[in-house]
C-alpha cells in the first residue's frame, strides 16, 4: 500500500486534499495519524508564533507606529549607560582627588618610629632641664645666651689644649 | 476636507493622511509578526515595521490594487527582511545566543496553555520543538512560504504574489516543510 507523499500531505495541511487523499485518510491509520500530528505540532508552532510576536510587540511599539518612543527608549539608554560609567569612574576620581592631611603622598622607605620617638623625648628631656637650670629672667635670656656661648667656646679650647692622652683619663 | 501627505519627490495622489493612518493601524500586527517571524529580532521588527509602512507610502502609486493591501505590505515587509538579513553581520551571533532562550520560551508558552495536563505539556513541548527543528532545517525562502501560509493564513497564490514567486515554487516549498516534519518526526 502506497502511503501519502509530501506533495499530498501538504495539499490536506493547506485545506482538506482531493478526494483520493480523503479515502486514503480514512482506511489507513498510520498516514491519519502521521497528518493529524503534524497538523497539531504546525498548530502549535503557529499558536507559539504568534504569541511571542504579539508579546515582543506590545513591548517594541507600545502598541502603535511610534517613532518617538523608539527614540526616547534610546536616549534612556544612553542615559543609562552614562550613569553607570560614572558610578564605576567615580571611586577611582575620588581616590586621585582625595585631599592628603599631611601634605601630598610621597612614597619613601618607612622611617623606623623608635628614633624619632627616642629624638622627642631627648627634646623634650632638654626643655624641661634647659627651664630648671635658667637662673636668668626671661628678658635677659639673650645675654646669658651670648655669655653662655662665650664660656662654652672657651671651655672648648681649654679642653683642645689638653693632650688627647691626659684627657682620655 | 482631509489634507493629503506629501512627501518630497512623490505625487500628492493616492490615500489620504487618515486612510493611511486606518491601513497603518489595521495591518501593523500582522507586519510586525511577519517581520519577526523571519528575524526574531524584537527591534528590528520594530524598526522594519516603520520602515515597510514608509516604503508603502512612497511607493503607494505604484499600488494597482492587483493583490490586497495586506499581500503587498507583506511583500514590502518580506523583501526588507530579507535586505536586512542579507546585511547582517552580526546575524550569525545573534541567532546563536538568542534562539535557544526564544525556542524555550515558544515550548514553555504552548506548553502552559494548549496542554493544561502534565502529560500533555510534555507531548505538546516535544511536538513544538521537533516542529521547530524542522522549520529551521529549511532555507529561508522555504521558512517564508511556510510562515505566510501556516501562521498568516495566506493563500498559495498571495503567498506567491507576497513572494514574488510562482505559485509552483511555494507548494515545492511547503511539500519541502512537510518533508522536514516528517523526517523529523521519524526521528529516534
Same mark, same amino acid.
Given at each position: 500500500?502506497?502511503?501519502?507523499?509530501?506533495?499530498?500531505?501538504?495539499?490536506?495541511?493547506?485545506?482538506?486534499?482531493?478526494?483520493q487523499?480523503?479515502?486514503?485518510?480514512?482506511?489507513?491509520?498510520?498516514? *491519519?495519524?502521521?497528518a493529524?500530528?503534524l497538523?497539531?505540532g504546525?498548530?502549535?508552532?503557529?499558536?507559539?508564533?504568534? *504569541?511571542? #510576536?504579539?508579546?515582543?510587540?506590545? %513591548?517594541?511599539?507600545?502598541?502603535?507606529?511610534?517613532?518617538q518612543?523608539?527614540?526616547?527608549?534610546?536616549r534612556?539608554r544612553?542615559?543609562? @549607560?552614562?550613569?553607570?560609567? %560614572?558610578? %564605576? @569612574?567615580?571611586?577611582?576620581?575620588?581616590?586621585? /582627588?582625595?585631599?592628603?592631611?599631611?601634605?601630598?603622598?610621597?612614597? =619613601? #622607605?618607612?622611617?623606623? @618610629?623608635?628614633?624619632?620617638?627616642? %629624638? =622627642?623625648?631627648?627634646?623634650?628631656?632638654?626643655?624641661?632641664? /634647659?627651664?630648671? =637650670?635658667r637662673?636668668?629672667?626671661?628678658?635677659l635670656?639673650?645675654? =646669658?645666651?651670648?655669655?653662655?656661648g *662665650?664660656n662654652?667656646?672657651? #671651655?672648648?679650647?681649654?679642653?683642645?689644649?689638653?693632650?688627647?692622652?691626659?684627657? @682620655?683619663? | 476636507?482631509?489634507? &493629503?501627505?506629501?512627501?518630497?519627490?512623490?505625487?500628492?495622489?493616492?490615500?489620504?493622511?487618515?486612510?493611511?493612518?486606518?491601513?497603518?493601524? +489595521?495591518?501593523?500586527?500582522?507586519?510586525?509578526?511577519?517581520?519577526?517571524?523571519?528575524?526574531?529580532?524584537?527591534e528590528?521588527?520594530?524598526?522594519?515595521? +516603520?520602515?515597510?509602512?514608509?516604503?508603502?507610502?512612497?511607493?503607494?502609486?505604484e499600488?494597482?490594487?492587483?493583490?490586497?493591501? !495586506?499581500?503587498?505590505?507583506?511583500?514590502?515587509?518580506?523583501?526588507?527582511?530579507?535586505?536586512?538579513?542579507?546585511?547582517?553581520? +552580526?546575524?550569525?551571533?545573534?541567532?546563536?545566543?538568542?534562539?535557544?532562550?526564544?525556542? $524555550?520560551?515558544?515550548?514553555?508558552?504552548?506548553?502552559?496553555?494548549?496542554?493544561?495536563?502534565?502529560?500533555?505539556?510534555?507531548? $505538546?513541548?516535544?511536538q513544538?520543538?521537533? &516542529?521547530?527543528?524542522?522549520?529551521k !532545517?529549511? !532555507?529561508?525562502?522555504?521558512?517564508?512560504?511556510?510562515?505566510?501560509?501556516?501562521?498568516?493564513?495566506?493563500?498559495?497564490e498571495?503567498?506567491?504574489?507576497?513572494?514574488?514567486?510562482?505559485?509552483?515554487?511555494?507548494?515545492?516549498?511547503?511539500?519541502?516543510?512537510?518533508n522536514?516534519?516528517? +523526517?523529523?518526526?521519524?526521528?529516534?
Open positions: 500500500m502506497n502511503h501519502l507523499t509530501d506533495e499530498q500531505l501538504a495539499q490536506w495541511l493547506e485545506g482538506g486534499g482531493n478526494p487523499t480523503q479515502s486514503h485518510l480514512a482506511g489507513c491509520a498510520q498516514c *491519519r495519524s502521521e493529524e500530528e497538523r497539531d504546525i498548530s502549535r508552532y503557529a499558536i507559539a508564533m504568534r *504569541r511571542q #510576536a504579539d508579546r515582543a510587540q506590545s %513591548l517594541s511599539l507600545g502598541g502603535y507606529f511610534a517613532p518612543k523608539a527614540w526616547a527608549r534610546h534612556l544612553w542615559a543609562a @549607560a552614562t550613569a553607570l560609567a %560614572l558610578l %564605576l @569612574a567615580a571611586p577611582t576620581l575620588w581616590m586621585m /582627588n582625595k585631599p592628603h592631611p599631611q601634605g601630598p603622598l610621597v612614597v =619613601s #622607605a618607612p622611617v623606623p @618610629a623608635q628614633p624619632a620617638a627616642a %629624638l =622627642s623625648d631627648d627634646e623634650l628631656l632638654e626643655a624641661v632641664n /634647659n627651664d630648671l =637650670s637662673e636668668v629672667p626671661q628678658a635670656a639673650p645675654v =646669658s645666651a651670648i655669655t653662655t *662665650r662654652r667656646i672657651a #671651655a672648648a679650647s681649654t679642653v683642645a689644649a689638653i693632650p688627647s692622652n691626659l684627657s @682620655a683619663r | 476636507m482631509e489634507e &493629503t501627505l506629501t512627501v518630497p519627490g512623490i505625487s500628492a495622489s493616492g490615500w489620504t493622511a487618515a486612510e493611511f493612518d486606518d491601513i497603518v493601524r +489595521q495591518h501593523q500586527a500582522r507586519i510586525y509578526r511577519v517581520l519577526w517571524c523571519e528575524l526574531r529580532d524584537d528590528a521588527a520594530a524598526t522594519l515595521t +516603520q520602515d515597510c509602512f514608509l516604503k508603502a507610502y512612497r511607493a503607494r502609486s499600488f494597482r490594487g492587483e493583490s490586497s493591501v !495586506s499581500t503587498w505590505l507583506v511583500r514590502i515587509a518580506v523583501n526588507l527582511a530579507r535586505d536586512y538579513q542579507r546585511n547582517r553581520r +552580526q546575524g550569525f551571533w545573534r541567532r546563536l545566543l538568542g534562539s535557544n532562550t526564544r525556542e $524555550a520560551e515558544l515550548a514553555t508558552d504552548v506548553a502552559e496553555d494548549t496542554a493544561p495536563r502534565a502529560d500533555r505539556a510534555l507531548l $505538546a513541548r516535544e513544538l520543538q521537533r &516542529t521547530m527543528e524542522a522549520v !532545517s529549511l !532555507s529561508p525562502q522555504q521558512q517564508t512560504a511556510f510562515h505566510l501560509r501556516f501562521l498568516e493564513e495566506l493563500s498559495i498571495e503567498v506567491a504574489d507576497a513572494m514574488g514567486i510562482g505559485i509552483g515554487t511555494v507548494k515545492s516549498h511547503l511539500s519541502r516543510a512537510v522536514a516534519l516528517r +523526517q523529523q518526526r521519524n526521528k529516534p
